[in-house]
Each structure stands twice: as C-alpha cells, then as structure tokens.
T-cell receptor
Framework: AQSVTQPDIHITVSEGASLELRCNYS??????LFWYVQSPGQGLQLLLK??????LVQGIKGFEAEFKRSQSSFNLRKPSVHWSDAAEYFC???????????FGSGTRLQVQP | EAGVTQSPTHLIKTRGQQVTLRCSPI?????VYWYQQALGLGLQFLLW???????NRGNFPPRFSGRQFPNYSSELNVNALELEDSALYLC???????????FGPGTRLTVL
C-alpha cells in the first residue's frame, strides 16, 4: 500500500538556521507530492507541490523541496528559519486518477530565538 | 478567484446528535474530498465525491456519509456523534490531477 513517512516527529532549530524536513513515500509510479504547513487551530496551507519536470520546486515563504526518485524522497528545505515558521508540517502524496491524498504524520517545528 | 470554502467554522454538539458540514469547491472543480484530522490521528481520508457520485471512501463507519449537489458543493453528515468524532474536518477540491492540493479552512467539531 502507498504510504508517506515523516521520520521526525519534532524538530527544534534556532532562528536563522537552515531547515530540512524529511519525507519519504512508497509508491510505484511517479507521485504527485505536496508540502503543507498548519499553524495551531488553523487549516492547511499549501507550501509547494511537485507534479513533473524540474525536481527542485520553489514554494511560498522561502521554502523549496527536491524530488529524488532514487531515494523516494521529497525533503522540504529553507535556508534561514524565522520564528513565524514554527508550526506543523505535513508531506502528502497523490496517486493518479484524482484519488485523495495520503498524508504523513507531520513534523512539528519549534524555532528557538 | 475564491478558494475552497467551508461552513460553519466551529460547531459544538453532544453525543448522539447529528451534524452537517458544508463545503463549496473552487469554481469549476467537480471533485470534493473530505478529511478528518483528529487529535493524535493525523489526517485521514473520509470521502471523495465527483460529478455527484461517491467515488471512494476511507475507513470510516457508515454513520459518516455525504452527498454532492449539482453545483458540486458537498455536505458531510455524521450521525450518532461520538466523543472521538471531535476533530477538524477539512474539505478539498479538484478538477484534474494537477488541481489537487487546495484545502478549505476546515470546520472544527467538538462533541461533548
């Protein structure tokens, strides 16, 4: 069965430091991949998505992600974290045929001053 | 262009009651997806409607049901509410594969 793994439940970084959140998927074909951010009590905000083409995807708020087929990964990165980036981040995979997305369990990011 | 909208924003019900949540998709989108985000359980797929038909269903009991109207808006109904139904219910919509990924703000349901 298709699945998404976010191995880090909780990450703490200092403000201004770089960030990488890991995401691995299990899926036979080329997936559609998404990263979302969710602040407490809020809905999901789409940061970026990959469908095809350039494997390095730029998103909003200075985030980027790289699709690596050989590693079945789609890690999210940001060169310099701001205190406002503290939130929960979800990776998701979409199958062909417009089926619903499958989500990872999320990574909670804490930013230290 | 308006995004996915949901109503109400918050809802408080008691055990055994019934609730209806509403979702309006992005204009032109024919598919609506419902997800549940309960504390500690992550985001779980509930239901997928497309062109008025239920296309797929997640691992939820039959008391979770819904429908899609001719204008592609959708309702999610939950009967015989249980405490564990307390969650954020999120709706998403799409037209083609590449459209997927856009969510509404959610409805927070609290069951007392």
């Amino acid at each position: 069965a298709q699945s998404v793994t976010q191995p880090d439940i909780h990450i703490t970084v200092s403000e201004g430091a770089s960030l990488e959140l890991r995401c691995n998927y299990s899926y036979g074909a080329t997936p559609y991949l998404f990263w979302y951010v969710q602040s407490p009590g809020q809905g999901l905000q789409l940061l970026l998505k990959y469908f095809s083409g350039d494997t390095l995807v730029q998103g909003i708020k200075g985030f980027e992600a790289e699709f690596k087929r050989s590693q079945s990964s789609f890690n999210l990165r940001k060169p310099s974290v701001h205190w406002s980036d503290a939130a929960e981040y979800f990776c998701a995979v979409g199958y062909t045929g417009r089926r619903a997305l499958t989500f990872g369990s999320g990574t909670r990011l804490q930013v230290q001053p | 262009e308006a995004g996915v909208t949901q109503s109400p924003t918050h809802l408080i019900k008691t055990r055994g009651q019934q609730v209806t949540l509403r979702c309006s998709p992005i204009s032109g989108h024919t598919s609506v997806y419902w997800y549940q985000q309960a504390l500690g359980l992550g985001l779980q797929f509930l239901l997928w409607y497309d062109e008025g038909e239920e296309r797929n269903r997640g691992n939820f009991p039959p008391r979770f049901s819904g429908r899609q109207f001719p204008n592609y808006s959708s309702e999610l109904n939950v009967n015989a509410l249980e405490l564990e139904d307390s969650a954020l219910y999120l709706c998403a919509s799409s037209l083609v594969e590449a459209d997927r990924g856009f969510f509404g703000p959610g409805t927070r349901l609290t069951v007392l």
